[in-house]
């Protein structure tokens, strides 16, 4: 791959058009198209891996979110707790709960325990998710 290709790569998964990356890298565009079908899967992991980048920086990942839920899930626990049963209906608070609980619910069936050893500590677990269960997840949750 020539250092022209790798660039090309990098712009391309960056979302530049192919008219820009012409001007930039002064090459023309039929060629650029061939690269783009010739590198397809290049520029998909790319575009993939920065996604996961951005994703990690933010703290949206699978452990951030799942976080999240548990915070938000304490948080309603701790108002319903704090209502007056007798005087406020607490109907919303606990549809919140449910949906939480739904949320993590299904957090938790998409995660498959691959290897689980023991340490000095008790256990220490290993989880692994696939590539699409992760989207599924992102799709489901918040």
Known sequence: ???????FLVLRA?????????????VTKPTLMKWS???????????????????????????????ILLKHLKKV??????KD????????LL???????DSLNITESNTNFVNLDLDDLGFMEQLELT??????IDETII
């Open 131 to 136: 590539k699409k269960q992760i989207i599924n």
């Open 95 to 101: 549809a919140l709960k449910n949906d939480i609980l």
């Open 37 to 67: 079908k010739l590198f397809k899967d290049d520029i998909n992991d790319l575009k993939c891996l920065a996604i996961l980048a951005l994703k990690e920086e933010y703290k949206y990942t699978q452990k951030g979110k799942y976080e």
């Open 14 to 26: 960056d979302g530049m058009t192919f008219d820009n990356i012409a001007l930039k890298l002064k």
């Open 77 to 82: 626990d701790e108002a319903i707790e704090k």
């Open 85 to 92: 049963l007798s005087k406020v209906s607490i109907k919303d």
């Open 1 to 7: 791959m020539t250092e022209n290709q790798k660039q």
